[in-house]
């Protein structure tokens, strides 16, 4: 009944469709067919095992007899401004059979669907034009410019994001007495989200209008396939919770699909064609070249006033004002908006930050691996040559009873043809260190040991260099282990006599933890790597303790090893460049060293590596982008800086933008930068697995390695860097050793 007046409505229900079968039966035919599936009664897949006699038992009864309410969304009223009625209910019919053997069926209640109530139809003449997804620099301006030559109003749906950067474009908008909705704060596809999302997203967008404008928005229009009509469930969802919200949902009939640029003669077209479906038209003002809108724009305007419609806004096809869909905000909230946009400022600043580093990050990055891989492939190793000068050892020792025994054993195998003085400071052990020293010293008289309280590693190694008798002095770890031709191979370049060091090649030799097998390859591509490629250019920054070797007279031209910092090494190495020293590193010098196997072993390893390296940096921050020092000063130094200190420092605030940006669809942005930081490490690993004839699987540990490292890599660095600012004493630290290294012929 509508108006007082009875409707016939012929449909083919449950009990239509089992007369009709009956008698399909009679006929004996073939088999029947359904038109058109999904929008039969779904009772008709409960009534095929129905017999002709219409004899129903109880349960088949109750089945037919229920009209189930079904997602099926329906329609009433006109217009593309709508509201949502979610609810749903069965229904209830009463089945007969007449005196004629049919089928018969009382409805007593109709079932109730998701419904849409459509409003805003006005009169037939009128027309509305909207905007989404801007504002945008290049095209909102311009097609601002057309309106207001046209003398027309819009209605402008914003993107948060894209209004968070373009404040002043949405002041605009609304001087020039448009309207202006939510769109949503960073354009996800709604049906895919959850609640909170969505009203995360309309909470933020309608926020950031009051701070910008001073007004709030009732208008709202959800970005992708539910601003046309919504066909499933899902996509009516985030309607009711806008709806909820007080928003009156905005959708539209005539899309010319202006994003996709079909051409400006199309969008004309197809806006023509349309007309007659709706009177809100679609249009976009952002979201790329938009060009084609802007020349479409008079051409519609002049063929809608052609045809003797009116451009009107929103609120009038609503028949009510302006201010009722854009209502001012109460002038007691002014301090509440004053923290708005302040916040929103400093989100902004923030983002802004954050993107521009991930953009000169990764250019950094991809120009760093080009350069770092283009010298390794040009790294040549030196021609053996017969050299024996005499040389001494050094090494620091501090509780190393379990490994000091193996590493001596290792070291006095050698090939090395020349005199060889080894000398053991015990820095005060409180273990067995001195008394396995002194057993091989009884048997070889190359083994001297000398005793000292505990002063530290630096100073164990000065009162090492102070009894060398050689002019060669190797160092080396407590715990390496070296091979017969790690001392040959090592000591060989100073056949030239104006070199100043060796570097050695360290290898983790406890792979048993995947802790220790990410270091491995942590040291193959991060610093073996590197010093292949550095040696051309002479800009090793640091000789590594683990398995190194100075000229005596370099090490006293560059005033001794210094006390003054926990990276002796680096120190002493930056050092030597200062005398203009060269440094090489010889790959084939291989030495197998103990690493940490836990994750808190590690981190206090690498806290200490970090306030170290930050000391060595301050120390000789004179020599960053000093002509002087050439290739260290202007890329090995800088690069510390920057990629060990800088980059590893920030990581967590991209990493949490990267996460937060997850839900809100702004990872598509973001994936392209994790993609080239992860395509670079995973190259620099290959190419380092390549040249260390290692297994090519390994290179692709680099990617789980970040899960571990990132994080703790960025503790370590932001803890150094905590306590160099307040000068706070930090004390050289004791790994615990295991003894795991095997032994290596």
Known sequence: EDNDKEHAVWFLDVVTFLNELREVRKQNTGGFALYRLGTEDTAIWDALAVTPDFKFDL???????????????????????????ESRADGMRTLSVDKDNYLTANYTKFPEFPTLYHQGAGDAHEVALTFDDGPDPEWTPKILDVLKAAKVKAAFFLVGVNAERYPNLVRRIVAEGHEIGNHTYYHPNLALCWPEHVRLELNATQLLIQTLTGRATTLFRPPYAADTQPARLAELTPLKIA????????????????????????????????????????????????????????????????????????????????????????????????????????????????????????????????????????????????????????????NEGKVIAATLHSLLKTDYQGELDVIVV???????????????????????????????????????????????????????????QTLPQLLAPFSNPDLGGVSGHAKVGNLRSFIG???????????????????????????????????????????????????????????????????????????????????RALSRQRFRWAYGTLQCLWKHRDMVFNWKYRALGWFSLPSIWFFQ?????????????????????????????????????????????????????????????????????????????????????????????????????
């Open 243 to 398: 709806q909820d919200q007080n928003y009156l949902v905005v959708l539209e009939n005539i899309d010319p699909q202006d994003w996709a640029r079909p051409g400006t003669d199309v969008i004309l077209q197809r806006v023509k064609q349309q007309r007659h479906d709706g009177n809100i038209i679609l249009l976009h003002d952002a979201g790329g070249d938009r060009s084609q809108t802007l020349e479409a724009l008079p051409r519609i305007i002049e063929y809608l006033q052609a045809r003797n419609d009116t451009i009107v806004p929103l609120s009038k096809l609503l028949n009510t004002t302006r201010d009722a869909l854009m209502p001012p905000l109460p002038g007691g909230q002014t301090m509440s908006h004053y923290i708005s946009s302040t916040g929103f400022r400093v989100v902004h600043a923030v983002q802004e930050f954050l993107w521009a580093f991930m953009i000169v990050a990764t250019v950094l990055v991809v120009i760093r691996t080009l350069i770092v891989i283009y010298l390794a492939y040009r790294f040549r190793r030196s021609s053996p040559v017969d050299f024996a000068e005499p040389a001494s050892v050094v090494i620091a020792a501090y």
């Open 645 to 745: 200190i800088i980059l590893v420092a920030i990581t967590p605030a991209v990493d949490l933008f990267l996460i937060l940006s997850l839900p809100f669809g702004a990872w598509r942005d973001l994936l392209p930068f994790v993609i080239v930081f992860l395509a670079t490490d995973v190259i620099l690993a290959t190419l380092a697995c390549i040249l260390e004839h290692e297994n090519l699987l390994q290179a692709w540990r680099i990617i789980p390695m970040r899960l571990i490292y990132r994080p703790m890599l960025s503790y370590c660095i932001w803890k150094a860097i905590v306590r160099g600012v307040k000068g706070a004493w930090v004390s050289w630290g004791k790994l615990e050793r295991t003894a795991s290294v095997p032994v290596r012929a």
């Open 517 to 599: 097998r990410c270091q491995s390859l942590e040291y193959t591509v991060g610093f073996n790597l590197d010093r292949r490629a550095y040696t051309r250019w002479n800009c090793i920054t640091v000789l590594p303790g683990a398995i190194s070797a100075i000229r005596k007279t370099a090490i006293d031209r560059a005033g001794g090893l210094s006390l003054d910092t926990l990276a002796e090494d680096t120190d002493l190495t930056l050092s030597l460049h200062k005398e203009r020293l060269r440094i090489v590193y010889v790959p084939a010098a291989v030495a197998w060293t103990e690493a940490p196997e836990t994750v």
């Open 426 to 484: 015990d820095d005060g052990s409180c273990d067995d260190t001195a008394a396995e020293v002194e057993k091989i010293a009884a048997t070889d008289e190359r083994v001297r040991l000398i005793r000292q309280e505990n002063h530290g590693k630096a100073r164990a190694l000065q009162r090492g260099i102070g009894a060398a008798r050689h002019g060669l002095i190797v160092f080396i770890d407590a715990d390496t282990h070296c091979q017969r």
């Open 59 to 85: 349960s088949t009864r109750s089945l037919l007899e229920v009209l189930r309410g079904t997602d099926t969304i329906t329609d009433v009223g006109d217009g593309e401004i709508v509201t949502v009625d």
